[in-house]
């Protein structure tokens, strides 16, 4: 509220009216308030006040309910009802915030927000409670404890605060610019300009943000852009109030008189249909205050300082009968709310106290409130300590009751028999997988119960060892036994099993002997691997990504780029999509789809994978959507025909999976209204049958797009709401058809068991009489199985059994915007190539100038249901043949199983059999046959050059004088073969887990999550050798566990960018200047560069790393240090309080020049084999530690005649 045209005499009020209260009774205010509180001597009581028992409300009229005292003698300058609990919230000029709980406004909290400014708004959220004061935002518990405290600038004048989202807040005063910020991570992300005198009040609707400004005006601004949209100047002198409902806007202000400013009775209403002013609203008040209360109607309350209340319809006259009195105890008024629920009013005035009016006995003041915490009494035991220490101590002075009962324990002894507990079984997991050495038996905690726990069941128990059949499971092939658990082995979720050397001695070759790669499962919210997957195969979907590139610093589309251009590299080593899931969790709108999993969840599988994946399938195609709508399309994408390969406004993703639909409404009155909207994936909807009826999938795929429903709609014609018949129709089809199968409950589970069932009988009867149960039919019973035709449809019984999924399906556009879907088979394209059709490919090209598609199926994304691990998900995927050439030289298409990191070929039944007990299918992909000749699958690497020129630093202190590296000049561009010296250091996100056997060696369960902080690379030849061209500290948002500060040099704040002093840059821009070296093909220097590769995400081809870790190694022996290297060779000390980057990639460059002056240019081996024993024979003497004394010389001086000379 602006309170320019209030009472001047409230400027008496000094900032430490505090200090100066005295514990009397104020002379303005009324004796009858005060009764039954006490004034503590110390200060003023801050009690609630009593209400009278016997108040009556009458139901639909508001009256006064309580009245309480805040706080004595201070203005109650804001008040607030909670959004989320029965709790209304009020802030004093003097900076103090107090809480009641419910309608008796019993008090619950009562803190100090700030020591001198007045609290000027509060806004409730789910954690806590926003205060705004003049130059300060605080965020506090609602118990009083800081959750944080930012503090703006000195000179800002802040009155109102808006909140847009769960995370954003937009804050705005007396200065000429708005400022947005991130709850999240507490800092400034966007500043709005805004014109002089500033901002005052701010409302938001789905269409705009609403400013009010103190000049009188209220400016209407776009919700992304925050540009202005139109303005309202509603009053000549100053604005007080507005409030905005449905299509009005409403504003009570101040006109300009000769005298100064006079409170106008006229309110402003605006049509914002129209954009225009619509007839003033003349009131019989002065309005200070106004809200809209829509309960039946569109009721404006309308409040004047002094204590008078209207209420009437913004479109019609004001009665004075509707006007009712609240007695303030002060002069005026100086706030009001509504709560959410419009059952309750409150209103605050200028000597403190808080006035509740309700329109009922017993208001809610939300319609979902959660229950509220309230702190615990203290309980004080009132019996005597008992020293258990004591032998002869009486028990006796433990109270018991009196009792004439007999007691369970003079149960006489003839009746009882001492029975020992019996041991519960062992768990058939640890039986399962224990491992024996001698006598002894080792298996890994199933985590199944809580530690030294263990629940005893008797009358279980005593079924389980009366059974004749409880026999002892053989610890002998156990793996191979198929009966034990119901899930395929290649189905398991897989994990990785770590050693001391981490993952270098993990063989995954064993789970995957294919060249593709796969995805490694130990990074958070790593179950979409499967779904990355589907996406890289498809072939438009894998070039349009890597073709992109943007400057956004968290853009999804960019780094599954990059993600895809190492699965390209992958000769089947398993890649991680490590910064593609941090650049995930960063997008707000991927948090509140509740797609972030917590560790906890995701290791225990207590989230719904299926639905989560569905979920995670339309936020992925969304998100890509909007990434690529925001660039120009490349040139590389044009169409066959030199067509362009989408429409302007339009993103390649949307040209390929979009679809456009007519949704229309029909009312019962005739009206008809017809919408266009356009969606990328469709959702299955099943038909509500118990009867056991054959359904086609293509009936309920057609059934799915052509969705039909009765739902209550608005009719303009009617100007009500009425029961419409909605109906959607498809108006083109998608390259890519994209189907959620929403397979969420046993109903939908149960319906394609039914149907798959009905599939099996039918293709037996089909294929005449009963078919051999054995796998492998005989060449004579494989006829039966064959089409009139002759063509073979199935070569085992097993692959009928589980399937009603189609591999292909027909769609047909009509002429009347119908749309006809069936399943389509290999006969049917047999049968049509007897009538002289052409060939497959002529065929759907000449069918599809008929306005028919056939499409094949390309993926199908599976739930695994297990409940030993949880649950998983894993994808079956068609790969083409240009993935194939690629790979391996060939050209065939095939199915694969893609379980994280295990590839497996597979038939292609399997991948439509879906045994519902414990595979449930998700998502599938179907695309249109000859997609890929559609368009130009050219890839473009659009990383130039320019990404390693100089650029500016994220740090405000980075100075000129700090700089520790020279940018490389145009003629330094590096060549093919160069050399970079190259090194990184990390920081740790997350701490390992690991345990401790029972005989007493350790097992990690996660290694340490890191991140990269600093990465260094050197110039490898010219006359600049040695000097750093790149020297970045990476900025990160995610919070720090260790710095690591004795390893990585690294130092809390070196990556904070608001006082940091090195050169800081993002995570993108740094991969992109390594991403071009090693698309230019230089050769990376360094010691230990698989890891540093690993931890920053990159896939770099083997000849183009040369590490001297493997260099200065022998087979079977220990990797040697790079500090010990340094002194054994090069007589340099390195490393000795911390380390750092470029010293220790200049090092790295001198040990490869020392390398190959030792082998000649790496000639002789033989000789160089003789310096590397001498190397580990000083090692073990020394336990490979380098002397700390200044006397002791460096051996180097004792390599072998012709393998000195001076080090570099």
């Known amino acids: 509220m602006n309170f320019e045209g209030l009472d001047p005499g409230l400027a008496e009020y000094a900032p430490s009216i505090h200090s100066t209260l005295d514990p009397v009774l104020d002379a303005h205010l009324n004796p009858s308030l005060l009764q039954n509180v006490e004034l503590d001597p110390e200060g003023v009581a801050l009690d609630a006040l009593p209400v009278q028992e016997s108040v009556h409300i009458m139901e639909g009229v508001y009256s006064e309910l309580h009245s309480v005292v805040a706080e004595v003698g201070v203005p109650v300058t804001v008040s607030h009802f909670d959004l989320h609990e029965e709790m209304l919230w009020v802030g004093s000029h003097g900076g103090h915030a107090t809480s009641f709980f419910g309608p008796a406004l019993e008090r619950y909290s009562s803190f100090q927000v700030n020591g001198s400014d007045d609290i000027r708004q509060i806004q409730s959220l789910e954690n806590g409670i926003l205060f705004l004061t003049k130059n300060n935002l605080k965020y506090m518990a609602r118990g009083g404890l800081i959750i944080f405290d930012y503090l703006l600038d000195e000179s800002e004048d802040m009155h109102s605060l808006l909140l847009t989202d769960s995370s954003t807040l937009l804050v705005g005063g007396l200065q000429n610019h708005i400022l947005e910020i991130d709850l999240n991570t507490v800092q400034e992300t966007q500043k709005y300009a805004v014109e002089l005198p500033g901002v005052t009040i701010m409302r938001q609707t789905n269409r705009f943000f609403f400013c009010g400004h103190t000049s009188g005006k209220v400016s209407l601004r776009d919700l992304r852009s925050f540009k202005v949209e139109h303005e309202f100047d509603a009053f000549s002198g100053s604005l007080s109030d507005f409030d905005v409902h449905g299509n009005l806007l409403a504003a009570c202000g101040f006109s300009s008189r000769l005298t100064g400013l006079a409170c106008d009775r006229f309110l402003k209403v605006y049509d914002l249909r129209m954009m225009r002013a619509i007839t003033p609203l003349q009131v019989h008040v002065d309005p200070a205050f106004l809200r809209f209360i829509p309960t039946y109607t569109s009721r404006l309350a309308i409040i004047s300082q002094s204590g008078q209340c209207q209420f009437c319809e913004p479109t019609g006259l004001a009665n004075p009968a509707d006007i009712f009195h609240v007695n303030p105890v002060g002069p005026l008024l100086m706030t009001f709310d509504v709560s959410a629920s419009k059952q309750a009013l ?18 809610s003041f939300n319609p979902y409130s959660r229950e509220t915490e309230f702190a615990l009494p203290c309980l004080v035991d009132s019996l005597p300590p008992l020293d258990w220490s004591q032998d002869l101590l009486p028990l006796s002075l433990i109270p018991v009751p009196l009792t004439t009962d007999v007691l369970l324990s003079d149960w006489p002894a003839a009746n009882s028999a001492p029975a020992p507990r019996r041991a519960p079984p062992v768990d058939a997991e640890i039986l399962r997988t224990m491992k024996k050495v001698g006598f002894i038996g080792y298996a890994p905690n199933p985590r199944t119960r809580l530690r030294n726990q263990i629940p005893y069941r008797l009358k279980e128990l005593d079924n389980e060892f009366d059974s ?69 195969f498809l072939e438009p979907v894998r070039c349009l990504i890597q073709n992109h590139l943007c400057q956004k610093e968290f853009c999804l589309a960019c780094e599954l780029g990059f993600l895809f251009h190492m699965l390209d590299l992958s000769r089947g080593d398993p890649c991680q999509g490590s910064n593609f899931l941090r650049a995930f969790r960063t997008i707000p709108e991927a948090s509140a789809l509740g797609l972030i999993l917590a560790d906890s969840d995701e290791a225990s599988g207590k989230g719904n994978l299926a639905r989560l994946i569905q979920r995670w399938n339309r936020f992925i195609l969304t998100q890509l959507h909007q990434d690529m709508q925001e660039l120009e399309v490349p040139q590389a994408y044009r169409g066959v025909g030199g067509s362009s390969f989408c429409s302007s406004g339009d993103s390649v993703i949307g040209q390929l999976f979009s679809c456009e639909m007519e949704n229309c409404s029909l009312c019962r009155c005739g009206s008809e209204t017809v919408r266009t909207s356009s969606t990328l994936l469709f959702t299955l909807s099943y038909p509500e049958d118990k009867t056991g009826k054959n359904y086609d999938f293509a009936q309920v795929l057609k059934r799915s797009i052509c969705l039909e429903q009765n739902t209550q709609a608005w009719c303009d014609n009617c100007e009500k709401y009425q029961p419409t018949i909605q109906t959607r129709n498809i108006r083109h089809l998608p390259d890519i058809l994209v189907i959620n199968c929403e397979v969420n409950s046993s109903k939908e589970a149960d319906f394609w068991r039914i149907q798959a069932e ?95 598609c056939v499409y094949d199926l390309m993926a199908t994304v599976v739930h695994i249901l297990d409940s030993r691990t949880g649950g998983s998900l894993v994808a079956h995927i068609k790969v083409g043949e240009t993935y194939h050439q690629r790979k391996e030289g060939v050209t065939h298409q095939q199915w694969y199983l893609f379980n994280d990191f295990l590839i497996e070929p597979i038939d292609k039944h399997e991948s439509v059999q879906f045994d519902m007990n414990w595979k449930v299918p998700a998502i599938l992909y179907y695309v249109k046959r000859n997609l890929n000749s559609r368009y130009n699958l050219n890839i473009k690497n659009p990383i ?244 700390e004394p200044e006397s002791q010389t460096s051996p180097k001086r004792n390599i072998p005649a012709g393998h000195g000379g001076a080090s570099l």
Request: aromatic share 8%; glycine share 6%; net charge neutral.
């Open 758 to 852: 009905v599939a099996f009988k039918m293709a037996i009867k089909k294929y005449g009489g009963e078919i051999s149960k054995n796998k492998e039919f005989a060449l004579a019973d494989r006829k039966e199985l064959r089409s009139p035709e002759g063509l073979l449809l199935c070569s085992s019984i097993e692959e009928l059994k589980n399937v009603w999924l189609p591999f292909s399906i027909r769609m047909k556009m009509t002429k009347n915007k119908g749309l006809d879907v069936c399943n389509w088979t290999d006969g049917d394209e047999v049968q049509l190539s007897s009538l002289g059709a052409p060939s497959q490919w002529g065929l759907a090209k000449a069918e599809e100038e008929r306005g028919v």
């Open 346 to 363: 409150a209103f605050g005035d200028s000597e403190g106290c808080v006035h509740l009016w309700s329109d009922s006995p017993e208001p």
């Open 468 to 536: 004749s059949s409880q026999v002892t499971e053989s610890l002998i092939g156990r793996e191979e036994e198929p009966h034990l658990h119901m899930v395929s082995k290649k189905y398991r979720k897989v994990t990785i099993k770590y050693s001391k050397l981490g993952l270098e001695d993990f063989d995954f070759k064993h789970y995957n002997k294919t060249l593709f790669a796969g995805l490694e499962p130990h990074i958070p919210n790593a179950y979409c691997n499967c779904m990355i997957q589907v996406l890289y």
């Open 944 to 1187: 130039e050059a320019s990404v390693l020129l100089a650029e500016a630093s994220l740090a405000r202190k980075q100075r000129k004088t700090h700089t520790t590296f020279i940018p490389l000049m145009l003629s330094e561009m590096p060549q093919v073969g160069d050399l970079v010296g190259l090194d990184a250091e990390f920081v740790t996100l997350n701490e390992e887990e690991a345990e401790l056997r029972s005989d007493g060696t350790k097992s990690t369960i996660k290694p340490s999550q890191m991140s990269v902080a600093r990465i260094t690379c050197v110039r490898g030849q010219g006359p600049n050798e040695g000097i750093p061209f790149i020297d970045d500290y990476i900025s990160t948002q995610e919070q720090v566990v260790d710095y690591l500060t004795q390893y990585s040099g690294i130092k809390p704040g070196d990556l904070d960018a608001k006082i940091s002093s090195k050169h800081l840059t993002t995570l993108k821009s740094t991969y992109l200047k390594l991403r071009f070296l090693i698309d230019i093909g230089v050769k990376f220097v360094g010691h230990g560069l698989q890891k540093d590769f690993r931890v920053i995400n990159l896939m770099v081809p083997k000849d183009q790393v040369l590490d001297t870790v493997y260099l200065f190694h022998m087979p079977r022996k220990r990797m040697i240090s790079l500090r010990f290297l340094a002194w054994y060779f090069l007589d340099l000390k390195i490393q000795g309080e911390t380390h750092d980057s470029i010293e220790d990639a200049r090092t790295a460059l001198q040990l490869y020049r020392k390398y190959l002056e030792l082998s000649k240019n790496g000639t002789e081996p033989e000789s160089f084999h003789k310096v590397l024993k001498g190397l580990y024979e000083k090692g073990r003497k020394m336990d490979w530690k380098v002397p």
